[in-house]
Nanobody
Framework: QVYLVESGGGLVQPGGSLRLSCAAP???????????LAWYRQGSGKQREFVAS??????DYADSVKGRFTISRDNAKKKVYLQMNSLKPEDTAIYYC?????WGQGTQVTVSS
């Protein structure tokens, strides 16, 4: 199973920005490159939901984050990032990195004044 480590969460005011990172240090590069990387989130009392994904050629976003969030991947470093701008209180959640059937431990993002 792939080992994923997220970082970059924290407390931010509405309208602020955060950048999440997810590393897959033990993953073979060819496996990393051949898979879709994705971010999901789970708010308190809610189901886990899709946020964004990236293949080598394309990206996809949930409607709720389009225009505010940007996913990117660095295949050489085996990392995926989620740049989150114009954050809203409803973005508060634990954010999880996903590769195949593997998940990271999650990183908390709290948007509050």
């Amino acid at each position: 199973q792939v080992y994923l480590v997220e970082s970059g969460g924290g407390l931010v005011q509405p309208g602020g920005s955060l950048r999440l990172s997810c590393a897959a240090p033990r993953t073979i590069t060819s496996v990393f490159n051949s898979n879709t990387l994705a971010w999901y989130r789970q708010g308190s009392g809610k189901q886990r939901e899709f946020v964004a994904s990236a293949t080598l050629r394309s990206t996809d976003y949930a409607d709720s984050v389009k225009g505010r969030f940007t996913i990117s991947r660095d295949n050489a470093k085996k990392k995926v990032y989620l740049q989150m701008n114009s954050l809203k209180p409803e973005d508060t959640a634990i954010y999880y990195c996903n590769l195949g059937d593997s998940w990271g431990q999650g990183t908390q993002v709290t948007v509050s004044s």
